[in-house]
């Protein structure tokens, strides 16, 4: 079983900025591509952010290219989101997934296996 837990979330001003982790055990973690996920209120969830276990691959929503950086740290067995110039609509839970296919960047939530808790960002105006 392979736990996935996010941290780093909490209340921002419009134009800061969040780093984001998620944390990976169970198995090896490098064996893993990883997704960034959100979910807004009364909104479904939505693709944010993928990377590799090579990490040479990264996939981005459009909307989010430039303002957000997906990396990963496989001897630490961590992944981050690093946010920038937030805006009150990047408000909502987010959500980090592992996947089975170690170099499948996917932006489908059902090409990950395994999924976190959640961690709520607020971004005030």
């Known amino acids: 079983q392979v736990q996935v837990v996010e941290s780093g979330g909490g209340l921002v001003q419009a134009g800061g900025s969040l780093r984001l982790s998620c944390a990976a055990s169970?198995?090896?973690?490098?064996?893993?591509?990883l997704g960034w996920f959100r979910q807004a209120p009364g909104k479904e969830r939505e693709f944010v952010a993928a990377i590799s276990w090579s990490g040479r691959k990264r996939y981005y929503v459009d909307s989010e290219k430039g303002r957000f950086t997906i990396s990963r740290d496989n001897a630490k067995n961590t992944v981050h989101l690093q946010m920038n110039s937030l805006k009150p609509e990047d408000t909502a839970i987010y959500y980090c997934?592992?996947?089975?296919?170690?170099?499948?960047?996917?932006?489908?939530?059902?090409?990950?296996?395994?999924w976190g808790q959640g961690t709520q960002v607020t971004v005030s105006s």
């Open positions: 997934a592992a996947g089975n296919s170690p170099e499948r960047v996917s932006p489908s939530e059902y090409d990950y296996d395994y």
């Open positions: 169970g198995r090896t973690f490098s064996s893993y591509a």
